[in-house]
């Protein structure tokens, strides 16, 4: 059974930092491109961040450039998400999301990130 799991979720104050990770299990990692999105209430899902197969290429929305990071572990079949200067419009349902392109793609339970004084 394939799956996604996603933790590191939480409260945390503005300016502080949080760590999301997402493992997988039942499929190919290293063959799967993640993406990490966001979803708030009464908002449509937004991608934050995603990361190639090898890790070679990352890419960012604007509104977390330069504080957000994402990263993978292959051989331990993870992908994390390093949050830096958290605002409160950060707060959201954070999802992962796995694709081989032509082969299937997943998507993870999501971890709920807030953000308040």
């Known amino acids: 059974q394939v799956q996604l799991m996603e933790s590191g979720g939480g409260w945390v104050q503005p300016g502080g930092s949080l760590r999301l990770s997402c493992v997988g299990s039942?499929?190919?990692?290293?063959?799967?491109?993640v993406s990490w999105y966001r979803q708030a209430p009464g908002k449509e899902r937004e991608l934050v961040a995603a990361?190639?197969?090898?890790?070679?290429?990352?890419n960012y929305a604007d509104s977390v450039k330069g504080r957000f990071t994402i990263a993978r572990d292959n051989s331990d079949n993870t992908v994390y998400l390093q949050m830096n200067s958290l605002k409160p419009e950060d707060t959201a349902v954070y999802y992962c999301?796995?694709?081989?392109?032509?082969?299937?793609?997943?998507w993870g339970q999501g971890t709920q990130v807030t953000v308040s004084s």
């Open positions: 999301y796995g694709v081989w392109h032509g082969i299937g793609d997943y």
């Open positions: 039942g499929l190919t990692f290293r063959q799967y491109a």
């Open positions: 990361i190639t197969s090898a890790g070679i290429t990352t």
